[in-house]
């Protein structure tokens, strides 16, 4: 799920280890939430007149890490023209931080996205991923740790921020498939989704009916689910994810 990664420390660097736990989540929480990898179309696909598309927002929420380590999130989507815009900024005070940024077009149903960047930072120390997407070249260039690698786009692949849009635009119009494609910082990975039935949850903001979409991990102790709400276009209302044995749970607080 997660563009960056900490070097790996030993096993018994117990105090780093315990730092380095909320620092995992909160990159977990950037990508997860913006319901990473899914769903590809052709690189061809006619543009959908009648499409229906999400509307600009704001979403505040909170978070938890194995119930001891608590955050916040922003997610704010806008429009200016035909450039769309989708910012994000978490934190867990006075441990991480973390932004992501991501700019694109919609064109009936189909996201196109342009540019992308995570940053990430622990106690201060950070690293920073650029993708810069080509559509009439079909490629992708990414830039991580001063190195730039170039990958082809056989279909559209996104960030994880306008694969967001995308599956969330899929929903919309009744076009989900569960077969996407993620570009990463150094390949381009298809990571298959599946809906799981439809519920109505309570968060801080609110009762929502709400679709379930969980990822299909290769790994079996790994799962992350999104509680997605019609209401307000498919946006995530909670999201759970168990990684490593390490359990995350976000929730929305506030949409404006």
Same mark, same amino acid.
Request: aromatic content about 8%.
């Given at each position: 799920m997660s563009f960056l990664s900490l070097n790996k420390t030993s096993s018994n660097? %117990?105090?780093?280890?315990?730092? @380095? #736990? !909320?620092?995992?989540? /909160?990159?977990? /929480? &950037? *990508?997860? &939430? #913006?319901i990473s990898t899914v769903g590809a179309l052709s690189m061809t696909a006619p543009t959908i007149a009648s499409a229906? *598309?999400?509307?600009?927002?704001?979403?505040?929420y909170s978070f938890t890490v194995e119930d001891k380590y608590k955050g916040t999130a922003t997610r704010a989507l806008s429009k200016s023209g035909s450039t769309w815009k989708y910012n994000v900024s978490a934190r867990v005070a006075g441990v991480a931080s973390a932004s992501?940024? =991501?700019?694109?077009? &919609?064109?009936?149903?189909?996201?196109? !996205?342009?540019q992308a960047s995570t940053?990430?930072?622990l106690l201060g120390i950070? @690293? *920073?991923l650029k993708l810069d997407f080509n559509p009439s070249s079909k490629i992708v260039t990414s830039n991580y740790k001063g190195k730039s690698t170039t990958m082809t786009m056989s279909q559209q692949a996104f960030d994880d921020l306008s694969l967001e849009v995308q599956i969330r635009q899929d929903l919309l119009n009744g076009k989900f498939s569960g077969n996407y494609y993620m570009a990463k910082k150094d390949k381009i990975e298809k990571t298959p989704f599946k809906k799981s039935g439809s519920t109505k949850i309570t968060v801080p903001a609110g009762t929502f009916d709400t679709v379930r979409?969980?990822?299909?991990?290769?790994?079996?102790?790994? %799962? *992350? =689910?999104?509680?997605?709400? !019609?209401? /307000?276009?498919? /946006? !995530?209302v909670k999201v759970s994810q168990i990684n490593d044995g390490k359990k995350m749970d976000l929730e929305l607080t506030k949409i404006n």
């Open positions: 660097d %117990s105090s780093n280890n315990a730092t @380095r #736990s !909320p620092s995992k989540f /909160l990159t977990a /929480l &950037i *990508t997860g &939430i #913006s229906k *598309t999400v509307q600009p927002s704001t979403a505040n992501q940024n =991501s700019t694109f077009t &919609i064109n009936g149903n189909n996201v196109s !996205p342009t940053t990430y930072k950070g @690293r *920073t979409v969980d990822r299909v991990h290769d790994d079996d102790s790994r %799962s *992350t =689910s999104f509680w997605l709400a !019609p209401s /307000l276009d498919y /946006l !995530p």
